[in-house]
Each structure stands twice: as structure tokens, then as C-alpha cells.
């Protein structure tokens, strides 16, 4: 496959464990977050998203927790699965602007 | 319900080469990108259309233009191609101009190679 990312910082994880990815983000006019996930050969897919006016929000296995203080953001995987294995990266909306500002991404890797 | 869907999957040209890359969406969403993917590097706008009939420079736009032909379909031209274009590139759609917090979604890619 590809490389995405050369030099990606990489989270190995076992079946079954509770994965955390974080992600810092620049702008303190940031008012919208999104996190993606990108396996080999594809394209990013839309995981959660959260606004501003949240310091938490929760889907299906997943969990995304804003902190604006420290401008941090992280997703927590539940019960991490192999098909989990990807690259995982964060997207910030600078409020006003039509546009997202990409993160590089964290490598998760999940052994069975 | 296929998303959005890039042309071609994969191509390699020669240096001073043109072409454009096809994308269209069928979620019937009002903005369209372009993006380009480096290795150790996040996504980077080329450009953006907030919606059928406009087009704006995003932060890398030098030797590209777009045409976004109606509103399902966002081209992007590479009228003299260069080694420094070798890339993946991503086409995404948002209904973000309808709706503020909208996720953009993305297709599959292109692998170009420049020689």
C-alpha cells in the first residue's frame, strides 16, 4: 500500500484493549473538530465530529473529548478490533473560514 | 449509494503533461474540494467550490485550476505537469453552506505519478 505517512507516530494496541489517540490542535478560534480514519489505499471516512460548545460527545465504540484550555483533543476506541488498524488523524474548522485544517495523523496498529 | 467518486484510480505522466481529474458526488451536497496528500504531511487544500458556480484558491493552488461544472461534479487541471505534483489527491463534498457543522467526505483518491 501507499505510505500516507512516512514518519507517522504509531499506537500499538491488543485486541480488545481501550485505545486513545490525541491530537493538538493550533487555533483558539476553532470552533468545529473532526476526526477521520484512513486505511491503506482509501480515503479518510468521517468517524465523530464535536462543536465547540462540547467537551464531550460519543458514537458507536467511540468517544471524542475536547479540552479548550490546553486545545486538545483526543478519541477513545473501545474494545479496539484488528479491522481498528489504520491511520487516524483530526481536522479543526477555524470559525469564519470555509475551511478545515488537517492534522498528520497517528498510526494505529491493533494485534490480535 | 456510491459518495463521492474519483477518476482515474491511478496514472502516471510525464513531465509537461496535462490532465484533469474527475470527482462527483451524489449525496447532492453545495461545496466540493480539492486536496492533495504528502507523505509526513496533513491534507492540503488546492482548492475549494462553496457552491455551483464559484471557486476560491485554498492554501496550494499553484499549477492547478478546477472547474466545478454543475453541481455534482468538481474537475481538477493540471495543465503542465511537474515531478513536484506526484501525489494522492482527494476530492471531498460538505453541504456545508446549507448546514455550518458538516463533515466533508471523501473519495478514494488518485495516485498521480509525475516522471
Known amino acids: 500500500g501507499e505510505s500516507v505517512g512516512l514518519h507517522l507516530p504509531t499506537l500499538s494496541v491488543q485486541e480488545g484493549d481501550n485505545s486513545i489517540i490525541n491530537c493538538a490542535y493550533s487555533?483558539?478560534?476553532?470552533?468545529?473538530f473532526i476526526w477521520y480514519k484512513q486505511e491503506s489505499g482509501k480515503g479518510p471516512q468521517f468517524i465523530i465530529d464535536?462543536?465547540?460548545?462540547?467537551d464531550k460527545r460519543q458514537g458507536q465504540r467511540v468517544t471524542v473529548l475536547l479540552n479548550k484550555t490546553v486545545k486538545h483533543l483526543s478519541l477513545q476506541i473501545a474494545a479496539t478490533q484488528p479491522g481498528d488498524s489504520a491511520v487516524y488523524f483530526c481536522?479543526?474548522?477555524?470559525?469564519?473560514?470555509?475551511?478545515?485544517?488537517f492534522g498528520t495523523g497517528t498510526r494505529l496498529l491493533v494485534s490480535p | 449509494n456510491a459518495g463521492v467518486t474519483q477518476t482515474p484510480k491511478f496514472q502516471v505522466l510525464k513531465t509537461g503533461q496535462s490532465m484533469t481529474l474527475q470527482c462527483a458526488q451524489d449525496?447532492?451536497?453545495?461545496?466540493m474540494y480539492w486536496y492533495r496528500q504528502d507523505p509526513g504531511m496533513g491534507l492540503r487544500l488546492i482548492y475549494y467550490?462553496?457552491?455551483?458556480?464559484?471557486?476560491d484558491k485554498g492554501e496550494v493552488p499553484n499549477g492547478y485550476n478546477v472547474s466545478r461544472l454543475n453541481k455534482r461534479e468538481f474537475s481538477l487541471r493540471l495543465e503542465s505537469a511537474a515531478p513536484s505534483q506526484t501525489s494522492v489527491y482527494f476530492c471531498?463534498?460538505?453541504?456545508?453552506?446549507?448546514?455550518?457543522?458538516?463533515?466533508?467526505?471523501f473519495g478514494d483518491g488518485t495516485r498521480l505519478s509525475i516522471l
Open positions: 471531498a463534498s460538505s453541504n456545508r453552506q446549507l448546514i455550518l457543522y458538516q463533515p466533508q467526505h
Open positions: 487555533n483558539s478560534a476553532s470552533d468545529y
Open positions: 464535536i462543536r465547540s460548545n462540547m
Open positions: 481536522a479543526e474548522n477555524i470559525a469564519g473560514f470555509q475551511k478545515l485544517v
Open positions: 449525496m447532492n451536497h453545495n461545496s
Open positions: 467550490s462553496a457552491s455551483e458556480g464559484t471557486t
